[in-house]
């Protein structure tokens, strides 16, 4: 067991383009979540999995978010047509299932959008 | 809508201090709570989960307590150290949604 890894660990991309994020979770955990946190600020929730199925999603993602969890093991966040808004730490979680499981969060993957 | 407020937001204490960082939410309906460490430019560690059956949990120098009929919870640091220096933040799950407060940032002075 190795924690949970994101990659990559930071990104800097200009305005306009489309990045894509992924996170692999620790094995047996069979919930992924999706956080985004500014500078400041606690981590906000963006979207959420339960296995492969994507349960519940922030009005925090626009159309231009989507995410992934396609054999229910890592997951993928990609932003298209990035804006300089989108800049922030994109953290990804995951527990296990059961009200009263810890979460457990990777190191996140920071963007800049120049 | 659960609401998550941490207080204060920043705090700084000289070396060996015991301390106290406050976490109170709007919605007493929760299955447990979760108080984590943050350093710069990292992930967040979790610290000590408390479920909404228990009053506390300890590890260590750390005590978190739970108070869910009137929203709060504490987190009291004993014999603080430089080292515990961080951004220290609490996070609500009420059904399969966690909510995080903004966090306290905590400098300990050596």
């Known amino acids: 067991d190795t924690g949970v890894s994101q990659d990559p660990r930071h990104k800097i991309t200009k305005r306009g383009q489309n990045v894509t994020f992924r996170c692999d979770p620790i094995?047996?955990?069979?919930?992924l979540y999706w956080y985004r946190q500014t500078l400041g600020q606690g981590p906000e929730f963006l979207t959420y999995?339960?296995?492969?199925?994507?349960?519940?999603k922030s009005r925090l993602l626009s159309d231009r978010f989507s995410a992934e969890r396609p054999k229910g093991s890592f997951s993928t966040l990609e932003i298209q047509r990035t804006e300089q808004g989108d800049s922030a730490m994109y953290l990804c979680?995951?527990?296990?299932?059961?009200?009263?499981?810890?979460?457990?969060f990777g190191n996140g993957t920071r963007l800049t959008v120049t | 809508k659960q609401e998550v407020t941490q207080i204060p937001a920043a705090l700084s204490v000289p070396e060996g201090e015991n301390l106290v960082l406050n976490c109170s939410f709007t919605?007493?309906?929760?299955?447990?709570l979760q108080w984590f460490r943050q350093d710069p430019g990292k992930g967040l560690t979790s610290l000590l989960l408390?479920?909404?059956?228990?009053r506390e949990q300890t590890s260590g120098r750390l005590n978190a307590s739970l108070d869910k009929s009137s929203g709060r919870s504490t987190l009291y640091i004993a014999a603080s150290q430089p080292g515990d220096s961080a951004t220290y933040l609490c996070?609500?799950?009420?059904?399969?949604?966690?909510?995080f407060g903004k966090g306290t940032r905590l400098h300990i002075l050596p």
């Open positions: 979680a995951s527990s296990a299932q059961g009200g009263n499981s810890p979460l457990h």
């Open positions: 408390i479920q909404s059956s228990q």
């Open positions: 919605d007493s309906a929760i299955y447990n």
């Open positions: 999995f339960q296995n492969e199925a994507q349960l519940e």
């Open positions: 996070a609500v799950k009420g059904d399969d949604k966690i909510i």
């Open positions: 094995s047996e955990h069979n919930r």
